[in-house]
């Protein structure tokens, strides 16, 4: 079977899937039910504060209300994301066959991702917190990535993304001690992300052993530089605000906390793996994948 034929293939099956399990979030989700009082809006042990002594300062309602802002970080960062990963999938598209199956599966996974970037728009306006934007540099870093990533490095920032988000979300949908909501959010993202998933990480399997040595090294710096932005916008250091505590201090203790550290390499234990079984974690890219304490 050529590269073409086994891409073909994938992209077949993944339309399929799509036509079977695909949700609209605007009708699916109970945007009008009220907030449960009692509960969080992540696991706690996720909070990023969770086994501090800070965490220990907080009552019960600003415990909910950090993890009501944590949540709409990732969110927000999901959104940007999304926009940048939309961008480079049609960047893709546009340079195919509209005939073939691998070029309608690009494009359903931009539909998918619209969706999802609505539902996440929906969510921040229902929680109430403010959008939380990334900074200049990685706005910077976002547009590099979205004008020039393709092939194995669009489907390995993608794919990094997706499956720390997913992580947290697969652990969340299932824990009764978060918000209703969260949990109908976290169980479409989940099931329409496990299609995207298998997209990036069957193309990187055919793809990436086809590289040489240099391309292989700005391959691991490009990705190991966005695994890096991703984990650190994760929880943009204003969400502290919403609870009293300076930015930069609970930026301190977090970065310090061992259980938001072990998260971290717990949310992206399955993309390291497999990234790391193609060779594409290591080189110029190490130093930044052991900053964001992903591995
Ligand atoms: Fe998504
Ligand atoms: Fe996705």
Not at 51 to 76: C, F, N, Y
Not at 94 to 121: I, N, W
Not at 126 to 153: E, F, I
Request: proline fraction near 5%; include cysteine; charge should be neutral.
């Amino acid at each position: 079977m050529t590269i073409e034929q086994a891409r073909e293939r994938t992209a077949t099956k993944l339309l399929r899937a799509s036509l079977d399990n695909s949700y609209d979030p605007v009708i699916e989700i109970d945007w009008a039910a009220p907030p449960d009082p009692g509960k969080l809006y992540e696991p706690a042990h996720r909070v990023s504060l969770y086994g501090t002594p800070l965490w220990d300062s907080l009552d019960p309602g600003q415990r909910i209300e950090l993890s009501k802002h944590e949540v709409a970080s990732m969110a927000s960062v999901g959104i940007w994301f999304e926009t940048i990963l939309m961008r480079m999938l049609l960047r893709l598209y546009t340079k195919q066959d509209p005939t073939s199956s691998h070029a309608q599966y690009a494009l359903t996974e931009v539909a998918d991702e619209c969706r999802h970037s609505v539902m996440f728009g929906r969510m921040l306006d229902k929680l109430g917190t403010p959008v939380y934007r990334v900074g200049v540099r990685d706005r910077m870093l976002g547009s590099y990535l979205t004008s020039t990533a393709r092939g194995v490095r669009m489907f390995a920032a993608i794919l990094i993304a997706e499956e720390i988000l997913d992580a947290w979300q697969r652990e969340g949908m299932v824990d009764e001690s978060v918000q209703p909501i969260m949990r109908s959010i976290s169980r479409i993202h989940v099931i329409e992300e496990a299609r995207h998933v298998r997209w990036a990480k069957e193309e990187l399997e055919r793809s990436a052993p086809l590289m040489g040595a240099a391309e292989r090294a700005y391959t691991q710096f490009v990705i190991g530089r966005s695994a890096h932005t991703i984990a650190r916008n994760l929880i943009n250091p204003d969400v502290y605000r919403a609870v009293g505590i300076d930015p930069a201090e609970g930026r301190r203790v977090a970065m310090a906390n061992p259980h938001h550290r072990e998260s971290l390499t717990w949310a992206a234990t399955k993309v390291t793996s497999f990234l790391g079984d193609l060779g594409l974690i290591g080189g110029p890219g190490m130093p930044f994948w052991r900053r964001s304490y992903l591995v």
